[in-house]
């Protein structure tokens, strides 16, 4: 259900959120912000392998953010209580279905879990996924749908792995990233366009969100790194990170921009790099998850916005891969996938050292 006085101007989200005054601050942190998006779209789209043209710039581009990578322990409300390995080679996307089972893709495959970590099938694909999304009715186990993202399309099988339809590609240009599942529509983020896609079950486009519209005042998505996410939230409004502008804006089903929070920075309470969160999550309370490339942090909020806690950060998931190094290789840049199951546990995908990593809150 949609809560329709979002959108009278009196809610109090509506009136702390909504962009009509800027300061000398917020010029200046919109510099910054424009800057790093310049930096991102360079690493991203810039460069010829032949090294005779390009930017000119390195194959990775290594910060300085020792004094960073450590987190007062004090914040940290989670603790891990148990891995589960993955035997890929390059792990994508986790999401979480019925009876809290886990499905992890990757490798042109996808692997299903039960909530403790046991192992209960395969299903083989025939091109590798970007994302995933599970659907289904709880009582009804062979109805359980799932929704693979190839890079430019959309899959759907069933429960057994058997595939039932292949989506035509939304647009040329189109790079899938993550997709949200409703009783009613999917919807898929496309960081090649960059829009999200309203699609019907059967796989008809009814609409796109997040186009730049001024009248309606959307300023449109910047995507300088193949890292879109999307999460459907208890309150109705699908929420979808804006990287580039380092924030996370809430919509309705329709494509009206109803509110949005987030601000860069290098603090724990703010979003760090040229594009940020990479992923989230919604907790059953609306409290929203988030992943960060570059330093790698999980972090939670508050569905309004403020910071809450965190989760894990470079310590543990920068074991396996460096937490100061952006690399231009589009599925390493970020070593974290995230979802969330009904018992509030966060499960994070740490691609880096082939797991997914299941906290609890302590």
């Known amino acids: 259900m949609l809560f329709s ?11 702390m959120t909504q962009p009509t005054r800027f300061s000398a601050a917020t010029l200046l942190g919109g510099a910054v912000v424009a800057l790093a998006i310049v930096i991102g779209v360079i690493a991203w789209l810039s460069i010829d392998p032949s090294g005779e043209q390009g930017s000119g710039l390195p194959e990775s581009f290594d910060y300085s953010l020792e004094s960073y990578q450590k987190i007062d322990p004090a914040l940290i409300h989670y603790v891990q209580k148990t891995t589960i390995p993955l035997d890929m ?11 809290d089972r886990i499905f992890a893709a990757g490798d042109k495959a996808i692997h299903i879990f039960d909530s403790d970590g046991k192992k209960l099938e395969h299903i083989a694909l025939e091109q590798e996924p970007y994302c995933l999304a599970v659907a289904g009715v709880e ?8 929704y693979v993202g190839m890079k430019d399309h959309v899959e759907v099988y069933d429960g057994k792995g058997r595939r039932l339809r292949v989506w035509n590609r ?9 997709i949200a599942v409703t009783d009613m529509d999917v919807f898929v983020a496309d960081a090649g366009s960059p829009v999200v896609w309203r699609y019907d079950f059967d796989g008809n486009v009814l609409g796109r969100i997040g186009r730049r519209d001024r009248e309606r005042e959307i300023p449109g998505f910047i995507v300088p790194s193949p890292y879109f996410d999307l999460a ?9 990170v804006n990287p580039g502008m380092h924030r996370i804006e809430a919509y309705t089903v329709d494509g009206h921009l109803e509110l949005f929070w987030g601000r860069p920075g290098m603090g724990i309470e703010t ?12 907790l059953d309370d609306g409290r929203v998850v988030t992943a960060e490339k570059g330093i790698p942090r999980v972090k939670v909020y508050r569905a309004t916005g403020e910071f809450e806690s965190v989760v894990v950060g470079p310590e543990t998931l920068a074991r396996h891969s460096s937490a100061t190094v952006e690399t231009r290789d589009e599925h390493r840049l970020c070593p974290v996938d995230l979802a969330v199951d009904r018992r509030s ?5 740490d691609s880096a050292a082939d797991c997914v990593r299941v906290y609890e809150h302590q």
């Open 345 to 349: 546990r966060i499960l994070v995908l």
């Open 232 to 240: 459907m939230a208890p309150d109705g409004l699908l929420r979808v």
């Open 5 to 15: 006085g979002r959108r009278d101007g009196n809610h109090e989200e509506k009136t």
């Open 139 to 146: 009582r009804l186990a062979a109805d359980t749908r799932l």
């Open 271 to 282: 979003f760090c790099g040229c594009c940020n969160p990479a992923n989230i999550a919604i």
């Open 170 to 178: 939304p647009s040329a240009r189109a790079v899938l990233t993550s």
């Open 89 to 99: 080679h390059e792990p994508r996307a986790v999401a979480v279905g019925l009876g």
